[in-house]
């Protein structure tokens, strides 16, 4: 499928959702306020995000192209009365083809990461809202070319502010390789993602995000830098609490072998407020 024909489908389908659908007065603020929620990666909000990407001109020849769902689960625990443990996952299910400039193709699982946040109720006196903790690398993949065959950890931290109808902030981590085959590069791989949303009555967000990826040990090449915009709304699907979201982005860096040009996203997230 040509980017120019995927970019159609899914706005057409966007169109259709994120500004179709009714949201009656009752709905609205509840619906305004999990789409802030949402946009707080350590809200106390249960939430399923199912996230399909699709990239292009990826391998050493430019050639490959990838579909990648993500399935990402966030479930907050409460610790006590003012700390909540955030769980984040990230399981990627791929589909990618010649991206190693064979013509073959791949598909299943790939990497899994599991972060953890241990973030204070109540905001700051000056509004901010943060978390700590570890983040884990797990070499879930099915097929050694989806993945990295390296087990990995450190730490992450997100820091983020909520005035009005907007939120700012940034999330962070870095990865250690600790274990994996002897004739693989080990891992040692920063992760920024600053962003901005802004919410509005109608509980549709507009969100502007990066997700840079740093490679300490790549000879060359080492920033990967999508720029995403994206928009989403909140709305009711019989009894469950539904965002829909739909985004492009474009690789302002990218690795020898990484996706390049424009990329698109598409994404369902299941909500589960208490």
């Known amino acids: 499928m040509t980017m120019f024909r995927l970019n159609k489908y899914l706005f057409a389908i966007a169109t259709v959702v994120v500004f179709s659908h009714p949201v009656f007065a009752q709905e609205s603020e509840s619906a305004e306020e999990l789409a802030k929620k949402l946009a707080n990666p350590v809200a106390a909000l ?38 909540n443990i955030i769980s984040r996952t990230i399981v990627p299910v791929i589909s990618q083809e010649n991206v190693f400039g064979d013509g ?18 109540a905001p700051t006196d000056s509004g901010w809202i943060w978390g700590v903790g570890p983040v884990f690398l797990l070499p879930t993949a099915t097929d050694d070319k989806l993945g ?16 009005g109808p907007w939120t700012y ?15 693989q590069q080990a891992i040692s791989s920063t992760f920024l993602q600053p962003f901005w949303s802004f919410t509005t009555k109608t ?48 690789w302002v ?18 909500l589960f407020p208490k």
Do not use: C
């Open 46 to 83: 249960i939430s399923v995000p199912f996230q399909l990407n699709y990239d292009e001109n990826l391998g050493v020849d430019d050639t490959g192209d990838r579909f990648l769902m993500n399935f990402q689960p966030v479930v907050p625990i409460t610790l006590n009365d003012d700390w």
């Open 104 to 121: 073959n193709k791949a598909s299943g699982l790939g990497d899994t990461i599991q972060s953890v946040f241990f973030s204070p109720k």
């Open 148 to 163: 990295t065959d390296q087990w990995g950890a450190g730490p992450t931290a997100v820091a983020l502010k909520q005035s």
């Open 169 to 183: 902030g940034i999330l962070v981590n870095h990865v250690w390789s600790e274990t994996g085959p002897e004739n």
């Open 203 to 250: 509980a549709v967000t507009f969100t502007l995000n990066t997700e840079a990826s740093y490679n300490w040990r790549a000879d060359s090449d080492k920033w990967a830098v999508p720029i995403n915009a994206m928009v989403g709304k909140v709305f009711k699907l019989g009894s469950q609490m539904v965002m829909s979201r739909v985004g492009l982005r474009y």
């Open 253 to 270: 860096a990218h690795t020898d072998a990484g996706a390049e040009g424009l990329a698109a996203r598409f994404e369902v997230t299941l």
